[in-house]
């Protein structure tokens, strides 16, 4: 079984990162792109004697406490085959 | 509109990011995780003037050149809404 985990900065944190690469590309010649935030996944394979839920509710809470920092960040989990 | 590009290392390239992660889970009591590998995703918002045919042309032109380097990773472009 496959799991993917996407993790991002609340809308409320500034994201640096992005707003770099938001000017980079203005200055590369794309002046329309009006936004750009950063994210990371995590592809996750869970090997086969694991339940589905059981899988979806590992993942759920590794996402919480590991994954992510809940403070500044959310994530989503996409449980895949 | 918006753009989503998801970039990962190529399944060839070794992935000692997401490696480490599986060892820490693995140390943390889920046996069950056998594999995880680490990507990086860009949401980008393309100004309204900009016709949905050009929005991909250009998103597809930074994946490929600014956002990715197609040496050792592969990317996704996703045009949404």
Do not use: C
Not at 10 to 15: A, E, M, Q, R
Not at 33 to 46: C, E, H, N, P
Not at 73 to 80: G, P, S, W
């Amino acid at each position: 079984m496959k799991a993917r985990v996407f993790v991002s900065l609340k809308s409320t944190v500034l994201d640096p990162q992005g707003q770099t690469v938001r000017a980079a590309l203005n200055g590369l010649g794309y002046p329309g792109i009006s936004d750009v935030r950063q994210g990371k996944f995590f592809d996750i394979a869970i090997a086969g004697g694991v339940a589905r839920e059981q899988a979806r509710k590992d993942v759920e809470t590794i996402a919480h406490e590991v994954l992510a920092n809940p403070v500044i960040e959310e994530y989503r989990v996409e449980i895949l085959d």
